[in-house]
């Protein structure tokens, strides 16, 4: 079974500009969340969807946005990009424990290196 | 304000011996806590989890001790493989029925010798 996949891999972009992350779940995972890793740090929560609604939201800006799509797909949306956004970017699935409650455990993908000049 | 802290930002194992892979949390909201393994240009690899109602849970070569009233756990590997050489970053999240937003600590660089 393929696991969590992210595109672009990298992705380089200038500050003001705007960028679109794209992640598909595992089969079966109703649930993405969203990550910011920067270098030397732990991944830092930024969303968290599921069955298409926004179900947290970590201490970002409103320059970040997301959605998720019916088949449980998402894209991250970053405006007015900054120095500072130059991290990689983690998406995760996980899979419906039941009664509309996802598990723990999350599943990453390998990640998009956005890199903001 | 660091909610999950690995106050080790390395540890140098011998191949065969113990990796003791330490973690301290600070929110006592926090009810289960995950270990993520993760190599270079991959994402985070789930290792293994513990519910606050246990002290211990085991898998395999990984054990992971939970002490709640010093708000710590550990992550044993035994015994080490060179294979494991990755960083290792430990994982929190509070009981909630619907929002699951893992607090990770800034991670342990192990390496294992051969």
């Known amino acids: 079974d393929a696991g969590v996949t992210q595109s672009p891999t990298h992705l380089i972009k200038t500050r003001g500009q705007h960028v679109t992350l794209r992640c598909s779940p595992i089969s079966g995972h109703k649930s993405v969340s969203w990550y910011q890793q920067v270098l030397g740090q732990g991944p830092q929560f930024i969303f968290q969807y599921y069955e298409k609604e926004e179900r947290g939201r970590g201490n970002f800006p409103d320059r970040f946005s997301a959605r998720q799509f019916p088949n449980y797909s998402s894209e991250l949306n970053v405006n007015a990009l900054l120095l500072g956004d130059s991290a990689l970017y983690l998406c995760?699935?996980?899979?419906?424990?039941?009664?509309?409650?996802?598990?723990?455990?999350?599943?990453f993908g390998p990640g998009t290196r956005l890199t903001v000049t | 304000d660091q909610q999950v802290k690995q106050n080790s930002p390395s540890l140098s194992v011998q191949e065969g011996r113990i990796s003791i892979l330490n973690c301290d949390y600070t929110n006592s909201m926090f009810d289960y806590f995950l270990w993520y393994k993760k190599y270079p240009a991959e994402g985070p690899t789930f290792l293994i989890s513990i519910s606050s109602i246990k002290d211990k849970n085991e898998d395999g070569r990984f054990t992971v001790f939970l002490n709640k009233s010093a708000k710590h756990l550990s992550l044993h590997i035994v015994p080490s493989q060179p294979g494991d050489s990755a960083v290792y970053f430990c994982?929190?999240?509070?009981?909630?029925?619907?929002?699951?937003?893992?607090?990770f600590g800034s991670g342990t660089r192990l390496q294992v010798q051969p």
């Open positions: 995760a699935s996980s899979w419906t424990q039941g009664a509309g409650t996802t598990s723990y455990e999350q599943y």
């Open positions: 994982a929190a999240t509070p009981f909630d029925t619907g929002r699951r937003a893992l607090t």
